[in-house]
T-cell receptor
Framework: DSGVTQTPKHLITATGQRVTLRCSPR?????VYWYQQSLDQGLQFLIQ?????ERAKGNILERFSAQQFPDLHSELNLSSLELGDSALYFC??????WGSGELFFGEGSRLTVL | GENVEQHPSTLSVQEGDSAVIKCTYS??????FPWYKQELGKRPQLIID?????GEKKDQRIAVTLNKTAKHFSLHITETQPEDSAVYFC?????????FGTGTSLTVIP
């Protein structure tokens, strides 16, 4: 158990819909990262938050948005969903701001868009 | 930004043999290089990491080497076992964020 909690574990929805994925980082970790992993693909970095502020942005679509709340949990919002958005979405947390320590991944949220 | 390339994409070895996975990076400012193992349907987990001030690090059957001049680093697994079968990801970090390679699917044949 990494200490990172993601909900829901599985989600099936239709094209055009909107979903919210939730992540609770490890206790004490201030950084939260979101990654997208499509079938047989690598880990595509989406966005990073540190202590409530956006710190880095990767290949995140404009239809996607995220935020980190004062209690440090984070939400990834995916809207106007397309078939190609079907993927495993991982949240990861780390203690510090800078990427020089271990990333702890959650179990992932598997999104299926039909 | 940083670009991490990983080879091979798939690798099959006989149980007991060694496996080597190689990664190259582009940004000379990268200073932290972790390796993650992802078993089927599971989350990635850190198995070993190395910092830029170290050339080699070993942990039991797993070792990582770093060549800063050539900007490449490698994962070495000796005496492979079936439970080593997984996807392995290398990553490089400049300190701002992690850049992952595309992964290597390792199959250890009993």
């Amino acid at each position: 158990d990494s200490g990172v909690t993601q909900t829901p574990k599985h989600l099936i929805t239709a094209t055009g819909q909107r979903v919210t994925l939730r992540c609770s980082p490890r206790s004490g970790d201030l950084s939260v990262y979101w990654y997208q992993q499509s079938l047989d693909q690598g880990l595509q970095f989406l966005i990073q938050y540190y202590n409530g502020e956006e710190r880095a942005k990767g290949n995140i679509l404009e239809r996607f948005s995220a935020q980190q709340f004062p209690d440090l949990h984070s939400e990834l919002n995916l809207s106007s969903l397309e078939l190609g958005d079907s993927a495993l979405y991982f949240c990861a947390s780390s203690a510090g701001l800078w990427g020089s320590g271990e990333l702890f991944f959650g179990e992932g949220s598997r999104l299926t868009v039909l | 930004g940083e670009n991490v390339e990983q080879h091979p994409s798939t690798l099959s070895v006989q149980e007991g043999d060694s496996a080597v996975i190689k990664c190259t990076y582009s940004d000379s400012a990268s200073n932290y290089f972790p390796w993650y193992k992802q078993e089927l349907g599971k989350r990635p987990q850190l198995i070993i990491d190395i910092r830029s001030n170290v050339g080699e690090k070993k942990d039991q059957r797993i070792a990582v080497t770093l060549n800063k001049t050539a900007k490449h680093f490698s994962l070495h697994i000796t005496e492979t076992q079936p439970e080593d079968s997984a996807v392995y990801f290398c990553a490089a970090s400049t300190g701002n964020q992690f850049y992952f390679g595309t992964g290597t699917s390792l199959t250890v044949i009993p």
